[in-house]
């Protein structure tokens, strides 16, 4: 099995790069903002992160399964333009070194962690559809027929569009075995004391709304067409 953790940006404070946390404040056109500010989720620009999220998930899913998966990616695509301008690593990197980390912290099995690097570019955008298609691209090099995706509930229905999309396509993503983990669901499923109200609060912010809405508004033009 490949274990794939989505990216959902990192940001720098006081120049160490870290995941985002459940809420960040982007740009006015959505974008990641380099240095984390204050989030306030009265401000219209607050929105979903879930970068910590999406990789605690990971951390508890290997805790929890009895047999490890043969390879795992952490946002396993491109740069965004925000990073490639600050010369800063690949979110790849960043989520893969916490990982690391995190499962050396808490004594748990270290996978094979396959990470993309920030001097490997493909043309064209670095978005969740070409990280999926990197993904499945990955798991048929390794020969892996079975791929497991995590991230956040509100990007949940855009991953899937995107990879029903490719795995209906005419290429040979169409062996592949795909399933799809929320993360809040893990991370509650398995841990409701330490998760339970952070979930909830999540839930709870104008942020998650403001996302819901943006990510619906994705993915109807992605059905219509005009992504």
């Not at 809420?23 to 380099?34: D, K, M």
């Not at 999220?53 to 695509?77: D, F, H, I, P």
């Not at 798991?139 to 995590?150: D, K, R």
Request: net charge negative.
């Amino acid at each position: 099995m490949l274990i794939a953790i989505l990216g959902r940006g990192i940001q720098r404070i006081q120049s160490k790069w870290c995941l985002t946390e459940d809420l960040e404040i982007c740009s006015p056109t959505g974008a990641h903002l380099v240095e984390r500010i204050q989030v306030d989720d009265k401000n219209p620009h607050c929105v979903v992160g879930g970068g910590e999220l999406n990789l605690l998930a990971g951390v508890e899913l290997q805790r929890k399964m009895k047999s490890g998966a043969s390879v795992w990616v952490c946002a396993y695509t491109n740069r965004a333009p925000y990073l490639v301008e600050q010369n800063a690593p690949s979110e790849s990197e960043i989520m893969s070194e916490i990982l690391k980390q995190t499962l050396e912290k808490e004594e748990l099995p270290l996978p094979k962690i396959e990470v993309w690097g920030p001097d490997r570019a493909l043309e064209g955008r670095s978005n969740t559809q070409q990280e999926l298609k990197n993904i499945f691209g990955l798991a048929l090099a390794q020969g892996i027929n079975e791929v497991m995706v995590i991230t956040i509930t509100v990007h949940l229905p855009r991953t899937i569009s995107f990879a029903k999309d490719h795995l209906t396509q005419k290429n040979n993503f169409q062996c592949l075995q795909v399933n799809f983990l929320a993360s809040e669901q893990v991370l509650v499923e398995i841990n409701p004391q330490l998760y339970a109200r952070r979930v909830l609060d999540l839930y709870s912010s104008q942020a998650f709304l403001r996302s819901s809405f943006y990510e619906g508004r994705g993915v109807n033009a992605f059905l219509n067409g005009t992504y």
